[in-house]
């Protein structure tokens, strides 16, 4: 355990939360963007549209936002005795899974990049809907602590 000011500890956390909500948003939006960008014909000025859009999401905002979401989490597991608690085994187990959501949006991203897509919108509609379930269990996790 690393020793750091209580109003350290509250700032990391600010920062945290900050940086989490800025990755959801790029988790929720980018799947949104494959369903539309799914129903456009490949090689379309829309098509190439939605090619932009989808890098810049992912770069500008999705990638800086996690490394600072898993950064600042870090720094505050290492400042707290959280590590112990059963509540945040699980809370970690399903922000891994945003971790391999994320990346598997990348994969998707460069599939569509090279006009390589294969999967449906409907595809697309089912998986937009995975962060949103695990956001809820992490919500739940921190704010409940149930075990």
Known sequence: MIEISTTAYLWLKAWHVISFAAWMAGLFYLPRLFVYHSQTPVGSEQ????????????????????????GFGLVLLLASDHL????????????????????????????????????????FRVANEIPTLLMIGIVILVIVKPF
């Open 47 to 70: 098509s190439d549209l939605f090619k932009v859009m989808e890098r810049r999401l992912y770069k500008a905002i999705m990638m800086p936002a996690m490394l600072a979401t898993v």
């Open 84 to 123: 112990t608690q059963g509540w945040m085994h699980a809370k970690l187990l399903l922000v891994l899974g945003l971790v391999v959501f994320h990346f598997y949006c990348a994969s998707w991203k460069n599939d569509f990049a090279a006009d390589n897509n294969r999967r449906s919108q409907r595809y």
